[in-house]
Each structure stands twice: as C-alpha cells, then as structure tokens.
C-alpha cells in the first residue's frame, strides 16, 4: 500500500522504481516529528523514506517547520562524509515535498540504544563511542563559516528544542523561570559548532562498527554543550527503571564525558563543559515538566526525585559535569 501518492511518484523521479513497478511500504514506529516507511522496492532492495509533520504528535501542541526536513538530510551528508558508518547513508531528497530516502538497517544488526539500556544492557562502551564520534562531529564542523551558514536553523532549533523543552518547563516552575530563560538566552547565542540536537538512546542505534546516529531534524550551528546534556540526560533518568544498573549506568555517563572531552579541542574544556553542567539540570526537568516527558517515569515519586534534585542545580548551576552525577546518585541512594 502507497500511503501517500508523493512519496511513490518521488521514487520514480529518484529512480527507484521504473515505470509501471510499485514498492511496499511499511510504517516504522518510534518518531513523534515525522512519518517514516520502510520501502521494499521490487529489485530486493530496502530503503527508508522520512517526511516531517508540521504538528508533533505529542499530547501538547507542539507545531514545527517543516523546513528542518532539509537541515537533517544537510546534516546526515555532512556526518556521512567525516564520520562514515555513523549515520544511513543519504540517498536522495525532495526538498519541496519535505522528504528524503536512506538507507534501510535491520533492526537485528542495528539494536536501538534506548531498549538496550531499558534492558539492563548498559555498556559503558557504547556511551564512549557515543561520545568520541559527537565529539568529532562537532569539532569538524567548529569555527566553520560556511557550516553557519549552511546551518542558519535558530528558528527551527527554538520551536523543536528550547521552547518545548526550557521554555514550556519554566512556565510550569515560576521560580525557576529567570534561570531558565537566561539558559535559552545563552544557548541561542552561542554559535560554535554544528549540533545535532536530538542525541538521545532512542535516536542512536547500536551497529556492528559503531553508534550509528538517527533523527537530526533540530540540526543548528550552535551551541555543543546542548547535545552533551541531551544525552547525559538519559543516562541519568534510566537510574529510575533500571536501578540494579544504576553503577553501569554511572560508569556510562563518565565513559561518555571522557571519550567526548578527549578529541573535543574546539575551545577549553572549562567553559563547554560549564555550560553542559548547567543545561543538564533545565532539561533534566523537562523529561518531567515540559512538552515531551519521558514516557517510562510512570511513577509520581520518580518525578518528585527529578524535580528535587533538578531545582536547586537550576538555581546554583554546577561547573562540571561529576557534580550532576554525584548529586543524582546521592538522591538515589537516600531514596532507596
């Protein structure tokens, strides 16, 4: 079944599918910010197809450009070229229909890292990886004039990440409000390096030769410190539903932080890691209070532990990175 007459009239413009032939198509679960198909095309072939939706299906309304369709398939070529294996390789683009076609990886090969961590399969390894090819993504792209250019997306960025995420939790917390603020504030006016600004384990898929990222609809010539937080962020919640990980979970985090900070010499190591330290306690919240909560904390006192801890680092921000994680784990262990 063609769900949409576009995309089969776009594989025949691309060249997938001659005259008179037709392709499978299968829906693939997991996004919010876009529709997705596997395409069985008739030579055996597999291949993705990706078009973004103007409204997120979340239960807040939460609207986008469609325009951040062209900045993810910009930023997949750009990861393809400097770190090959990293992301599906680009296969072609529409850029007036919103759409783009990639290649297709079996999910039997290509494990996501979110269920294997849900799991209890936390290997402090993958987080490491993680981190070094973050790491060179951003410092291929620091400085880069013509990748600001290329990149110019703080529109897109502030309605999918800063307003969802910062903004929406500081309308929740009153009190945390001016801290919050001046996080976007700060974070939209920091322009160093190509973000991709959705590293979470739900994105990432773990491949046989390396982390293999998906999902950079927020692409932007920004600010780093937004995707060291981003992913940080997850291996501090998944303390909550798999505590008899929390250690490998831990050890994670630091692997993550040490292999991204190693080959990261774009600026000092002080100032980014500041600004990661004191954006991770805002969207830490926001897994809670803003537009997109993670649907795996269920339980009301989990969310009170957030909130608790979150607060005071939103309000006293801490320089480094450790200082998040031993305030997490000294909350946890006086909860137990």
Known sequence: MTPDPRLERFLREQGFLA??????????????SSDIWRVDLPDGRRICIKRALP????????????????????????AAHHVPGSVPAPLAHDVEAGLFAMEYLAPEEHPVWKQQLLDGRVEPK??????RVLATLHLASSRDPACADAFDSGANFHALRLEPYLLATARVHPALAPALEALVERTAATQIALVHGDVSPKNILVGPRGPVFLDAECAWFGDPAFDIAFCLNHLLLKCLVRPREREALRHSFTAFV???????????????????ASLLPGLFLARVDGKSPVEYLTDERHRELVRKVAAPMILRPPARLDEVLAHWHAALAAAD
Do not use: C, M
């Open 19 to 32: 005259p008179g032939q037709g392709a499978r198509f299968t829906a693939l679960a997991g996004g919010v």
């Open 55 to 78: 409204q997120l299906k979340v239960a807040a309304e939460w609207y986008a450009p469609v325009s951040r369709n062209a900045y993810e398939w910009a930023w997949i070529r750009f």
């Open 126 to 131: 993958t987080a490491a990886a993680v981190g």
């Open 258 to 276: 040490d292999a991204y900070f190693a080959p990261a010499r774009f600026e000092p190591r002080a100032a980014l890691e500041a600004r990661a």
